[in-house]
């Protein structure tokens, strides 16, 4: 609910959110790689909705189990769930704790990809979950030199958040016991509350005796591919999604050898349609509801998407998802996303659209939300 405020302005309003380190696991002094976040209990972490959404939108999106298995479209939903027209971003209004428990993990993950990227420099496809089984953190990116990875956690209640860092440390040993050492082991526990409660963060690292040799199965080529099945589900192509991500994975089994492309996905195209920001132009859909329709993979959650249309007093929204054409075509070679990401200068140049805002990330996605 927006009320006196349109959606872009709430969307472009940047928030600040106060920052704990936990006392369970302060940073490690001895660690520079950890200066970057030290003064956030002073300053907060700052973010407009309008990036958050986007790294939701795109990081959650789930790989497909099937080449028609369809994501949630969770940029739309948030515009439903959040109440972004109060001084603090909270949830509105009760829902059931499926949809409440996703959707708070889901802000963690947003606020946990957008802190990685600012504050380590973590290329925008380099964050992604971790492979292989076990108990072990969510998230893993490098720089190039330093080698990190995270722990997301998201809940919307306050008391909660203790729990959530303790469980991460016990992730943490996990790791250790298999061997696995890194630069970078960062927790963050993030409380977005409801009906306009003040949200808060916590991060935590606890000190480390030793360093030993990272085990990482897979290498930047393979998350790009990893990242990218994500963008493809973002713009809606399953078929595609699912497709590259059989490929990543025979990528990932032996890595001197590519089996399969896309190529032959690029039917899907005529799925999509053509916008124009700042002269580039991205393809991608329209979306008017953030369920997939007649989606075996989310049938318990229609009776919520029921509770929540019945509270919306405002007006609807839809959202367009896409991706720029060059880094979409480069998907269609025999070495797809094999291209430099864009720079954070040239995403900043996007604006609007016909008088809508516009969020692009260096991957090349886009999202831009307009009245239906």
Known sequence: MLPNQGLDECLDRTHTIDVDISVDGPLPQGNQAYNTLRNLPQTGFTFTPRSLLHAIGCKTAALPVSSTDECLQSALLYTQILNLGSEYLSFQGAYGSDLQANRSQEVGIGITCLLAERHFNIPWDQLGPLPGPGKRFDYRGTDGTLKCIFESKGTSRIDYQS????????????????????????????????????????????????????????????????????????????KSAYRLNRYARKYLSNKQSLYKTIREEKQEQGALIALNAEGDTFIGRWFDSWLPVESKRYMKLYEESKKIEALITSEKYRVFQGIRRDVYESGLTAEPFSQPLLSREETSKYKSYRQSGVSVFTDGTIMVFERQ
């Not at 890194?182 to 991060?203: A, T, W």
């Not at 030793?210 to 990218?228: I, N, P, V």
């Open 163 to 238: 729990t959530q860092i303790h469980d991460g440390l016990e992730k943490k040993i996990a790791h250790h016991y298999r061997g696995d050492s890194f630069d970078v082991e960062l927790i963050v526990s993030s409380f977005i509350g409801h009906n306009g409660g003040k949200p808060r963060i916590i991060i935590a690292d606890p000190d480390k005796s030793s360093f030993k040799e990272l085990y990482d199965r897979g290498d930047a080529r393979y998350f790009r591919l990893k990242h990218y099945c994500r963008a493809l589900q973002f713009i809606g192509l399953p």
